[in-house]
């Protein structure tokens, strides 16, 4: 079991910048790649970016590229999203997710755990 437990959402002026923190427990040893993913009101649950454990490599959705940065450390086990924001799209509900395991798994793909997600609102 991996626990995940996101912070540092809430209200952003567009053009301003928010850090998202998702920090991991558990079998943290185990995990392959952790994601971000979001949900705006009335839409689906949409790939955000990812970043693979071990290496460091990332994948980042085309509506953020440029914008949005994932980072980790892995000796606090935790993931971050640095956030420069523009309004209406990036306002949803932010959830880190992980990829447990050691075979390849694509960055888009399936996820194993979800945190409970953390709400960032951007206004004008």
């Known amino acids: 079991q991996v626990q995940l437990v996101e912070s540092g959402g809430g209200l952003a002026q567009a053009g301003g910048s928010l850090r998202l923190s998702c920090a991991a427990s558990g079998r943290t040893f185990a995990m392959y790649r952790m994601g971000w993913f979001r949900q705006a009101p009335g839409k689906e649950r949409e790939f955000v970016a990812a970043?693979?454990?071990?290496?460091?490599?990332?994948d980042n959705a085309d509506s953020v590229k440029g914008r949005f940065t994932i980072s980790r450390d892995n000796a606090k086990s935790t993931v971050y999203l640095q956030i420069n924001s523009r309004p209406p799209e990036d306002t949803a509900v932010y959830y880190c997710?992980?990829?447990?395991?050691?075979?390849?798994?694509?960055?888009?793909?399936?996820?194993?755990?979800w945190g409970q997600g953390t709400q960032v609102t951007v206004y004008s």
């Open positions: 970043i693979h454990w071990s290496c460091g490599s990332t």
């Open positions: 997710a992980a990829q447990i395991g050691t075979v390849y798994r694509l960055p888009r793909g399936a996820y194993d755990y």
